[in-house]
């Protein structure tokens, strides 16, 4: 129903669950139309890895990014301002190059898709400020149709979004599949210090051979967690700010190709992890809200194959 709506040319916002196929929901229009289709996306490794797929398809797509040299960027503007290219992956922040902008402006765009849609509300005025931008950037290339897809969003954030797409509310279709994940086993335990969160921990890793995933909300509990687990013999990655970005992508990398099972993390890891046998999501300190909670535990579990989620409560962690 989603693609025959884009197909029909009506925007679309979109809330499907982690893993559920929400990236189909424009590439296949994107086959249908006769010209090319952008898609915004926040993450360069998210990109690396759809247009990998895309290719081995033998479908038409590429990314420009800061990985490529200038000489390969502005061979592939070429090649989609000629029609060589059926799907373009960028970051919001390309659209502050001139030259982009230029080339962008001649490129005739059947549609426009939006990943990880939320960011242009919940984190577009600090952490992706060019994502709350992304209504003028519509303007640049024509009002193209545009689909705008996210795991979960509120009531206020879905009005947001729109807003900032400067789409009209009633030329807009909203599908909201749910939040339903039958594979998922949701727990929280009540626990009283971090003595009693290492031993819930522990207790997990020694159930769950898989691979999976412990969240902080801070970088100190990390680290403190990090060097108690390792004392104990449990191998582990991390993945938080304060590393630099070849240390994240190479963490990130490891975890994907199986050479690491375990990566503690803060939420700055994870969106786009495209890993399907992911068995546990450990929150190890209360997220910073719900849509945070869900869109982390949705990594989890994506084969279908039960999976646990569980969050470690201390009224503590709230201060």
Known sequence: IIKRTVVEQKHSLVLMPTGSGKSLCYQIPAL?????????????????????????????????????????????????????IKLLYVTPERFRKTDFVEQIKKAKIDLLAVDEAHCISEWGHDF????????????????????????TATHDVQEDIIKKLHINKDDIKLFHQGIDRPNLRLE??????DKEKLKKIISTLEMY??????????IRTLEKFSEILGDKGFKHG??????????????????????????????????????????????????????????????AGRDGNDSLCLLLYNQEDLY
Request: glycine residues 6%; charged residues 25%.
């Open 32 to 84: 249908y139309f006769d010209n090319c289709t952008i898609v915004i996306s926040p993450l360069i490794a998210l990109m690396q890895d759809q247009v990998d797929v895309l290719k081995k398809k033998n479908i038409s797509a590429a990314f420009i990014n800061s990985t490529i040299s200038k000489p390969e960027k502005e061979k592939r503007l070429k090649d989609l301002v000629e029609g060589k």
């Open 128 to 151: 992706r400020p060019d994502y709350s931008r992304i209504g003028e950037f519509r303007e640049l290339m024509g009002n193209p149709l545009t689909i705008a897809l996210t795991a």
């Open 188 to 193: 929280a335990v009540d626990v009283f210090d």
């Open 209 to 218: 051979t898989g691979s999976g995933i412990i969240y902080f909300s801070l």
């Open 238 to 299: 991390v993945y938080h700010g304060k590393l630099e970005d070849r240390q994240r992508k190479s963490m990130q990398r490891d975890f994907l190709n199986g050479k690491q099972k375990l990566i503690l993390a803060t939420n700055a890891f994870g969106m786009g992890i495209d890993k399907a046998d992911i068995r546990f999501v450990i929150h190890a300190e209360v997220p910073s809200s719900i849509e945070s909670y869900y869109q982390e535990i949705g990594r």
